[in-house]
């Protein structure tokens, strides 16, 4: 599989857990204990404007998707949301299994058109598989659990990028991560909340 398809170790990994678990991405941080549920993932996505690119791409190259997703996609708005998996588990490991499984099969049963879009760049000037990867990962995600009518808990409200003064819960996606403003505010987080590991990041790094 073409070297852009970074999510992929993330469901087969997920596919993989028998007992109750959480993923958590390594450019998120959590303050709070998060409460056990069926299928819980971080928060909602809104509007994602590369999702319809990524099926037209798709679709021309010949991919065929699984009757469920086929079925999502009918929807006219079926982009104006996405469950964000930058954390992502829970205790219906079935569930959450047999989604892992449909997505890592999408992948290996179209390794023809992969090949053929490995140079294609999308509207973003990104590579289309860097983008439809992420389409495969959560997108595929929201059609299954809505498709077997399982309840998908989110952690926060929204993308969980800004810091507020209650803030449990921050993802720092692309950029964020040069931010200064972000930075400060961990480097607080992680002084107050954190202080012996705070202090041992520094002995290792100063």
Request: proline content about 2%; glycine content about 6%.
């Amino acid at each position: 599989i073409h070297g852009h398809w970074w999510t992929m170790g993330k469901v087969e990994t997920y596919g993989m857990q028998m007992m109750p678990f959480l993923h958590i991405d390594g450019d998120a941080f959590v303050f709070d204990r998060i409460k056990e549920d069926n299928v819980i993932c971080q928060g909602l996505d809104y509007k994602i404007n590369y999702y319809k690119e990524c099926v037209e791409t798709c679709k021309k190259a010949g991919c065929v998707f699984p009757e469920y997703f086929e079925n999502y996609i009918q929807q006219k708005d079926y982009d104006q949301f996405c469950y964000n998996t930058g954390i992502f588990g829970g205790t219906n490991n079935v569930k959450i299994y047999e989604y892992a499984q449909s997505a890592l099969k999408f992948v290996k049963d179209n390794k023809g058109a992969w090949e053929q879009l490995k140079n294609v760049k999308h509207k973003s000037g990104l590579f289309a598989i860097q983008e439809i990867c992420v389409m495969v990962e959560q997108l595929f995600m929201t059609a299954y659990m809505q498709s077997v009518q399982q309840q998908v808990t989110c952690v926060t409200p929204g993308q969980a990028i800004f810091f507020t003064n209650n803030l449990s819960y921050v993802h720092m996606v692309g950029e964020l991560k040069k931010h200064p403003q972000y930075l400060y505010t961990m480097h607080e987080k992680m002084c107050v909340m954190f202080p012996h590991e705070y202090n041992r990041i520094l002995e290792k790094y100063s």
